[in-house]
């Protein structure tokens, strides 16, 4: 299940995170700014997590690291994150991470273990489906410019990636104007928002991300 994002600067110092990592780690953002991921990383699991994140180049990424987070008390809670690197502008070298709670079942795997992603899964099938039938139709009667958007957005956030909204455009096909336009449809549904820390980002809210995940997992069990 996805939890959030966390930007930290490029030696690994947070910066900022949404609100729902926040109530995952039991930690305000105004106590972790400035302090590096390994401080709040457990000792068995910081090794392994540091050499994964000095491998990881501008541009480069995502890396998926499954390793166990430290609350105060001593308590730690197990995190699969997707850690990014970027690679242009002012945010160049910074650390972009997509946190998730894995799947109790999984864990028995160990910290190198790989979470299952079956909605990820059926999102690359379904964006695949719609690409056929957008071939086929052709543009001008191809009318799922909005479900087309946001699988990408989910699949991006799956994946670890930041998308923006030329990223967008690119990828669902869309012109430039008319993606913005949309995502603006979309954001005023409350179904993405955009993300004035990371350069223009563009993320799913809570209510899309149960939106989107409903839909797909319908498509599975038809399927």
Known sequence: MLVGHSVSDPNGLLLTMDPSVESLLHRPLSELAG????????????????????????????????????????????????????GRGLDHGRLVGTLYLPDPKTLAAGPEGVLPERLWSVAVQVEALLRRRREQLGDDLFGDHAWIILLQIYLAEAEG???DVEAISALS???PARTRRWIDALAEKTFVERLDWSGGAIQLTA???ARTETLLGAHADFH
């Open 207 to 209: 209510q899309g991300l």
């Open 173 to 175: 096909q869309i012109a």
């Open 35 to 86: 302090k590096s991921y390994a401080e709040i990383t457990h000792p068995d699991d910081r090794a392994r997590n540091i050499d994964q994140i000095r491998a990881l180049a501008p541009n480069d990424g995502p890396v998926q690291i499954r390793k166990r987070y430290l609350r105060p008390g001593g308590t730690t809670v197990w995190v699969d994150i997707h850690v990014s690197r970027l």
């Open 161 to 163: 990636r930041v998308v």
